[in-house]
């Protein structure tokens, strides 16, 4: 994630699984995301808005994005985390998985350089 300022953040989101619901990464385009509350995280988060015809994307802290069917851990459903670095983390049952790191510093961070504003989200392809 990159903001107009230039401020940048590792990302993490599902792999593409035709934007079915708690197994897919949202489809690529252009969304707007606006605070409201989060009664799983019980804080505000952004969500993105229009997210053709999925509901409670947010952007919040995890590490695991993995592809459940395949069986791997997996802490989104959907949205998308900030992290500070790319690694491996063990996922509590012995097992190394690739995650991103420090995605609570990370979501902090991002919330405070965003001030609160609605933004304008482009999700592209991975690089």
Same mark, same amino acid.
């Given at each position: 994630m990159i903001l107009e300022g230039g401020q940048e953040w590792d990302c993490l989101e599902l792999p593409w699984r035709n934007n079915q619901n708690g197994l897919s990464c949202v489809s690529l385009g252009n969304y707007t995301a606006a605070l409201a509350w989060s009664d799983h995280f019980? %804080?505000?988060?952004?969500?993105? %808005?229009d997210a053709n015809g999925r509901h409670a994307i947010e952007i919040?802290?995890?590490?695991?994005?993995g592809d459940v069917t395949l069986?791997?851990?997996?802490?989104?459903h959907?949205?998308?985390?900030?992290g500070l670095g790319i690694g491996e983390l063990n996922r509590g049952d012995g097992v190394k998985q690739k995650a991103v790191l420090r995605s609570i510093d990370a979501l902090n961070q991002f919330m405070a350089a965003t001030g609160g504003?609605?933004?304008? $989200?482009? $999700?592209?392809?991975?690089?």
């Open positions: 019980g %804080r505000y988060l952004y969500h993105l %808005r919040h802290n995890a590490n695991f994005a069986g791997w851990k997996s802490q989104l959907g949205c998308v985390a900030p504003a609605d933004l304008d $989200i482009e $999700i592209g392809a991975a690089s």
